[in-house]
């Protein structure tokens, strides 16, 4: 209750910031996009972690306005990055299950783009494989006709427990994000290695890009570029920061 109190007080007060993480060719390093990650400072407990805020956001049906904040910050930022001339191909939002399953969400997003001047194609929802699996037929109405107009969809946290392979041939889907638990051991597990490249052959094959998360080491971004993954996203780049 009290995370939940104090979260709406930090939605009305302007308290939440969103900070970003690029998303890099692993060969070239050049940026070729940026997530936008919520970040919440509280003015007495300090830093609490999307981890804790969101799910109790979720919970107390407040994702969509947290969401919105994230959304309007990130739009608002991603222009003026446009305007200066150095903003990334695209920018990547997390979204959560219960904002997706608004009908009408998807025009009003393209309307928000619009409103910024930007393009569907400038974004990138990051949905989590979890979500993608659970509520397929909830999303899928939302999914369709956004990705009809040019947005496009990253799987989140691809590979953690949720096996079922079958959704990547039936949803839209244009980028999977390797959980970062496949990259920490690469270079110390073969298993994690083999994983990992089957994950960019299915990928190769099925005409969908790979990227891997929390890159932190140049012998992992090494053994990454050996199996043929393109992309990456991690420490060894840049930390989340502000804009
Ligand atoms: O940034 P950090 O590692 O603390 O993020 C923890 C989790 O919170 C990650 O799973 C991330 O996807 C999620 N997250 C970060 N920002 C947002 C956001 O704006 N919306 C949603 N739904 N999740 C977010
Ligand atoms: O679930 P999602 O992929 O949206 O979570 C993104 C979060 O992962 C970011 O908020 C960031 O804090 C965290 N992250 C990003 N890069 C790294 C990394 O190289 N190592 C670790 N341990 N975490 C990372
Ligand atoms: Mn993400
Ligand atoms: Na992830």
Not at 113 to 125: K, Q, V
Not at 146 to 175: I, K, M, W
Not at 202 to 229: K, P, S
Request: aromatic fraction near 8%; hydrophobic fraction near 40%; charge should be negative.
């Amino acid at each position: 209750v009290y995370l939940t109190t104090e979260l709406r007080r930090a939605l009305d007060s302007g308290g939440l910031a969103v900070h970003y993480q690029p998303q890099v060719d692993l060969r070239s390093g050049e940026w070729l996009g940026y997530e936008a990650l919520v970040r919440w400072h509280h003015p007495k407990d300090g830093w609490i972690s999307p981890g804790r805020f969101i799910p109790a956001a979720e919970r107390a049906g407040m994702i969509h306005h947290v969401g919105e904040q994230v959304l309007e910050q990130a739009g608002r930022q991603f222009r003026q990055w446009r305007d200066e001339g150095v903003a990334p191909e695209w920018l990547a939002v997390n979204i959560a299950a219960p904002q997706m399953e608004t009908p009408g969400w998807g025009e009003q997003l393209l309307a928000f783009l619009n409103r910024f001047g930007l393009a569907p194609e400038d974004l990138e929802l990051e949905i989590t494989e979890r979500l993608l699996v659970e509520r397929r037929t909830e999303v899928a109405t939302e999914l369709a006709y956004l990705r009809r107009h040019g947005v496009r969809v990253a799987v989140d946290d691809f590979g953690t427990g949720y096996s079922s392979l079958n959704y990547l041939t039936e949803l839209p889907v244009d980028r999977i994000k390797i959980d970062r638990a496949f990259i920490a051991d690469l270079t110390e597990d073969p298993r994690k290695v083999a994983v990992v490249e089957a994950i960019v052959t299915l990928g190769q094959r099925l005409g969908i890009a790979v990227l891997a998360e929390g890159v932190e080491t140049e012998a992992q971004r090494q053994v990454l570029l050996d199996v043929g993954c393109r992309q990456g996203q991690g420490f060894l780049f840049a930390r989340p920061a502000p804009a």
